[in-house]
């Protein structure tokens, strides 16, 4: 059962424009949410993250909304721009006594047209 | 550079041959941790460890092996490999924190994408 789900594949966006990539979590113990880039042939790439207590987090172009009431995150990425054509995960912190790991979305590939 | 180092990138082995898997992180991190990607099944944890010589068992941990001997090493093993193992594996690095303490996130290594036939 998927706990961090991505539900759009895939999103094309015009340069220039907002990229909205959207995430929902069924677990409420979660309580940091990352978001990752990965290029093809790499390793995921941190981009972004937030705790639990916030509901915002703005990093330059990237910024991160999180609605817990709702479950659900997304990551705005304004104005988007050809070299962010990559694959974006959702990833959720979950502490499990010693265990500090992430639960992963299975992702949603964004392509930026130029 | 701040970095995690897995080797090889690629392998292709044959059922029953025993391989490791390096991993390497020069940030002095405490938590490390490997995890493989299957399509449709995303990104699911192997094994993790929280310093030298703590290590334990993550969601898919069935023929695999760590060992942490050294705080930056965090080698994967596979004892006898099958075709099941088939898949891209990443290892990960970051500080150890507590509930409530945040970090910049995890490191990862650039993968190793793993053929067993």
């Known amino acids: 059962d998927q706990q961090v789900k991505q539900n759009s594949p895939s999103l094309s966006v015009q340069e220039g424009r907002i990229s909205i990539l959207n995430c929902d979590y069924t677990n409420s113990m979660f309580d940091y949410f990352l978001w990752y880039k990965k290029y093809p042939a790499e390793g995921p790439t941190f981009l972004i993250s937030?705790?639990?207590i916030k509901d915002k987090n703005e990093d330059g172009r990237f910024t991160v909304f999180l609605n817990k009431s709702a479950k659900h995150l997304s990551l705005h990425i304004v104005p988007s721009q050809p070299g962010d054509s990559a694959v974006y995960f959702c990833a959720a912190r979950a502490f499990a006594g010693n265990n500090r790991k992430l639960i992963w979305g299975l992702g949603t590939s964004l392509a930026v047209n130029p | 550079e701040a970095q995690v180092t897995q080797n090889p990138r690629y392998l292709i082995t044959v059922t029953g041959k025993k391989l490791t898997v390096t991993c390497s992180q020069n940030m002095n991190h405490e938590y490390m941790s490997w995890y493989r990607q299957d399509p449709g099944l995303g990104l699911r944890q192997i094994y993790y460890?929280?310093?030298?010589?703590?290590?334990d068992k993550g969601d898919v941990p069935e023929g695999y092996k760590v060992s942490r001997k050294e705080k930056r090493n965090f080698p994967l093993i596979l004892e006898s490999p099958s075709p099941n193992q088939t898949s891209l594996y990443f290892c990960?690095?970051?500080?150890?924190?507590?509930?409530?303490?945040?970090?910049?996130?995890?490191?990862f290594g650039s993968g190793t994408r793993l053929t067993v036939v």
């Open positions: 460890s929280m310093n030298v010589e703590v290590t």
């Open positions: 990960a690095s970051t500080l150890k924190v507590n509930p409530g303490q945040y970090n910049y996130g995890y490191t």
């Open positions: 937030i705790s639990s």
